[in-house]
């Protein structure tokens, strides 16, 4: 079937570095790539996406690329603060359906 | 404020004890799911819904049930609940299509099947 793999599981970082999470797709239809964040205990919340007719998207200290041809898209995270730590997860839309698969998630740290 | 309910954030049952958790959104969203959340497994659909009674299955559907009798309400039901249905679980709504547009995440439910 479908799906969405999610690298790397793990991220350690020291503040004011970068971050990039990475996934791949197999759905070359799939037109819908939503990042979400989830905190320690809380829900996940939206935090960014792009649609397949769009190459990048940024929003202040968070970017997205999306490569269509090899069926990836990354998400970046610039100048990292200690809030930024929490899981992530890319997601990706299955054509000529309604669902939305996941990728496993990567716990990232910053470190103070 | 707009919000998805889940109802309740915690429950431990036992095997087989049938048992319903809640999901309400207040934000006239036609498109509504459930999903699972494990270690290692990401978020799983189980079940979404478009629209009033309409319903289908996501991909790990097995043992569960849903309805949709009205719009801001859409149940998970276990009928007979197993141990490897211990989990915490989310319900999440979106104005429409969930494949285009931002979903809404309830606060979440932890269950435990003992």
């Known amino acids: 079937g479908e799906n969405v793999e999610q690298h790397p599981s793990t991220l350690s970082v020291q503040e004011g570095d970068s971050a990039v999470i990475k996934c791949t797709y197999s759905?070359?239809?799939?037109?819908?790539f939503p990042w979400y964040k989830q905190e320690l205990g809380k829900r996940p919340q939206l935090i960014i996406d792009?649609?397949?007719?769009?190459g990048e998207k940024k929003d202040q200290r968070i970017a997205v690329t999306l490569n269509k041809t090899a069926k990836h898209f990354s998400l970046h995270i610039t100048e990292t603060q200690p809030e930024d730590s929490a899981v992530y997860f890319c997601?990706?839309?299955?054509?000529?359906?309604?669902?939305?698969?996941f990728g496993t998630g990567t716990r990232l740290q910053v470190f103070p | 404020e707009a919000q998805v309910t889940q109802n309740p954030r915690y429950l431990i049952t036992v095997t087989g004890k049938k048992l319903t958790v809640t999901c309400s959104q207040n934000?006239?969203?036609?498109?509504m799911s459930w999903y699972r959340q494990d270690p290692g497994l990401g978020l799983r659909q189980i079940y979404y819904?478009?629209?009033?009674?309409?319903?289908d299955k996501g991909d790990v559907p097995e043992g569960y049930k849903v309805s949709r009798k009205e719009k801001r309400n859409f149940p998970l039901i276990l009928e007979s609940p197993s141990p490897n249905q211990t989990s915490l679980y989310f319900c999440?709504?979106?104005?429409?299509?969930?494949?285009?547009?931002?979903?809404?995440f309830g606060q979440g439910t932890r269950l435990t099947v003992v």
């Open positions: 792009i649609r397949s007719n769009v």
């Open positions: 997601a990706a839309s299955m054509s000529n359906t309604d669902k939305l698969i």
């Open positions: 819904s478009m629209n009033v009674e309409v319903t």
């Open positions: 934000m006239n969203h036609e498109y």
């Open positions: 759905d070359s239809a799939s037109n819908y």
């Open positions: 999440a709504s979106s104005a429409i299509r969930l494949t285009s547009t931002e979903a809404f």
